[in-house]
């Protein structure tokens, strides 16, 4: 099972809104809607920002918002704080065998 | 609080084995799925096994299928990852993180601090 696709890194000034696209196959994110994110900053463990494609758990912004479309989902950061900046990856279940399959990862840089 | 903490990371030799362990409180336990994630030096995450909330199914990533045996307690709130056969590539923070639904299929909502495993010589 190959990793998701992410882009290497995106930026934006505070304030501004970035999108991060996560792409995958019909066996992983066009198939299920179980797309998950995760923001991860140095040294320090994953923190699930975005479940079920764009549910949002309980003390995450409503800045980050979460889509998907056929076989790319994604997540949108609006009005870009400079706590924003970090690693963010996206998560798909896959099938019975397989599982989980990760995206490649997304450095957030604030400019 | 709900809480996970890993241990049992370290230093082991190629063909080695380490049996990593992971305590939860604060939740159901036996309620959720539970997942080992692991993440080498300046890379990505990388899922490595999953199982279900009874223990009665479990699911590896092909990277260690074979090698690795992910188990449970439930009277003990534990999680346990047995790594055999070790290798260099296995070098990683190991991560245990806590499943939305008692089948390993959704999110991880809750994750543990991670423990370090080098595999080296």
């Known amino acids: 099972q190959s990793a998701l696709t992410q882009p290497r890194s995106v930026s934006g000034s505070p304030g501004q809104s970035v999108t991060i696209s996560c792409t995958g196959t019909s066996s992983d994110v066009g198939g299920y809607n179980y797309v998950s994110w995760y923001q991860q900053h140095p040294g320090k463990a994953p923190k699930l920002m975005i479940y079920?494609?764009?549910k949002r758990p309980s003390g995450v912004p409503d800045r980050f918002s979460g889509s998907k479309s056929g076989n790319t989902a994604s997540l949108t950061i609006s009005g870009l704080q400079a706590e924003d900046e970090a690693d963010y990856y996206c998560?798909?279940?896959?099938?019975?065998?397989?599982?989980?399959?990760f995206g490649t990862g997304t450095k957030v840089t604030v400019l | 609080e709900v809480q996970l903490v890993e241990s049992g990371g370290g230093l082991v030799q190629p063909g080695g084995s380490l049996r990593l362990s992971c305590a939860a409180s604060g939740f159901t336990f036996s309620s959720y799925a539970m997942s080992w994630v692991r993440q080498a030096p300046g890379k990505g995450l990388e899922w490595v096994s999953a199982?279900?909330?009874?223990?009665?199914?479990?699911y590896y990533a092909d990277s260690v299928k074979g090698r690795f045996t992910i188990s449970r307690d439930n009277s003990k709130n534990t999680l346990y990852l047995q790594m055999n056969s070790l290798r260099a590539e296995d070098t990683a923070v190991y991560y245990c993180?806590?499943?939305?639904?008692?089948?390993?299929?959704?999110?991880?909502?809750?994750w543990g601090q991670g423990t370090m495993v080098t595999v080296s010589s």
């Open positions: 993180a806590k499943g939305c639904l008692k089948q390993p299929v959704d999110a991880f909502d809750i």
């Open positions: 998560c798909s279940y896959a099938g019975s065998y397989t599982s989980y399959v």
């Open positions: 079920d494609v764009s």
């Open positions: 199982i279900s909330g009874s223990g009665g199914s479990t």
